[in-house]
């Protein structure tokens, strides 16, 4: 059954800090079973087997693609929509060993019953056993992680859009130099009586006229 993390219901603590995680109330989500894995009976087939709980910790919804959502976060419209890495929220999860079951080909996971009415359809034939391990919320911690990827992309931008107004600047300069040389060069081969000069005299003349200017 899906669980809905509600981000209003922080438990109380001495000192509240999204850096090292808020804890939130869980009511009947604890109850709920939000993962089931299965692990081979056999030690020699399988990589490794829990002892008695078997620990996980998540930052988004444990559904495989394209299957329900398991672990879900209210929108900014107070709709239920998965929770995804960018959420800020980590939900630790402790699964229990619920029972063994049987596993064979085009079959859902067969109960002790079943297995047994399968092997009299199937004489000579064995059932492979696997462990359900059924995982439920322990803690649900809510973080800056949004806060921090929003700042994150604020910093970029504030840094895109500073050595943008830099370069524009810049650019201003080097216009207004420019102007500045070709108004100075202009006047001066007015002076002279040059009615068409070249741009290379008017630069010229232009550089001649500021430098004298600046002493």
């Known amino acids: ?44 087939h399988a ?8 620990l996980e910790v998540v930052t988004a919804d444990v559904a495989s693609a394209g299957g329900k959502a398991r672990i879900l976060l209210p929108d900014e419209g ?42 009299e359809a199937n004489p000579g034939k064995a059932v492979p056993l696997y462990q359900q391990w059924d995982f439920r919320v322990t803690d649900v911690l809510k973080t800056n992680g949004p806060e921090g990827r929003r700042a994150l992309l604020k910093g970029e931008d504030q840094r895109r859009m500073a ?3 830099d370069m524009f600047e810049k650019q201003t300069e080097v216009f207004q130099n420019i102007l500045a040389l070709f108004q100075a060069g202009t006047a001066a ?10 741009a290379q005299a008017v630069v010229e003349a ?3 006229a500021l430098a004298a200017k600046k002493v």
Request: charged share 25%; glycine share 8%; hydrophobic share 40%.
């Open 78 to 119: 107070g709709q239920p929509r998965r929770l995804t890495d960018d959420d800020g929220y980590i939900v630790k999860l402790r699964g229990t060993l619920t029972r063994l079951i049987g596993m064979v080909p085009n079959l859902p996971p067969l109960d002790e019953s079943q297995i047994e009415a399968w092997q």
């Open 1 to 44: 059954m899906p669980v809905l993390i509600d981000p209003a219901k922080e438990k109380s603590v001495a000192r509240r800090s999204l850096e090292d995680g808020v804890p939130l109330e869980l009511g009947e989500m604890a109850q709920q079973v939000v993962m089931t894995k299965y692990i081979s009976n056999d030690p020699m």
């Open 189 to 198: 081969m007015q002076a002279q009586g040059v009615q068409v000069p070249t």
């Open 163 to 165: 050595a943008q107004a």
């Open 206 to 208: 232009g550089a001649k």
């Open 47 to 54: 990589d490794w087997q829990p002892a008695e709980e078997w």
